[in-house]
């Protein structure tokens, strides 16, 4: 069975940085692209970025050069590295491996003075 949990999320300044975790249990997990999405209040669900298996990455064009989206497949696991968090960055962050229905939970991302 493959689960997918997310960590890291929290409630931040305008400014600050968080770093999420989505840490995959079974085996594979170098053999799958990873991509973290996300939705606010309101809205529909909205790809963040991509991390292909050869580790290259794509961005969201509103999260390009602030968010930075890496893998460690000796850890099972995906990350989103915020940076300069905006109050629009605010919702739940969800990470999908690509080419399944595998999805996290969730975290939650607030960006708040």
């Known amino acids: 069975q493959v689960q997918l949990v997310e960590s890291g999320g929290g409630l931040v300044q305008p400014g600050g940085s968080l770093r999420l975790s989505c840490l995959v249990s079974?085996?594979?997990?170098?053999?799958?692209?990873m991509a973290w999405y996300r939705q606010a209040p309101g809205k529909q669900r909205e790809w963040v970025a991509t991390i292909h298996r050869n580790k290259i990455a794509n961005y969201t064009d509103s999260v390009r050069g602030r968010f930075i989206i890496f893998r460690d497949n000796s850890r099972n696991t995906a990350y989103l590295q915020m940076n300069s968090l905006k109050p629009e960055d605010t919702a739940v962050y969800y990470c999908?491996?690509?080419?399944?229905?595998?999805w996290g939970q969730g975290t939650q991302v607030t960006v708040s003075s």
């Open positions: 079974g085996s594979s997990f170098s053999m799958y692209n």
């Open positions: 999908f491996r690509i080419g399944t229905d595998y």
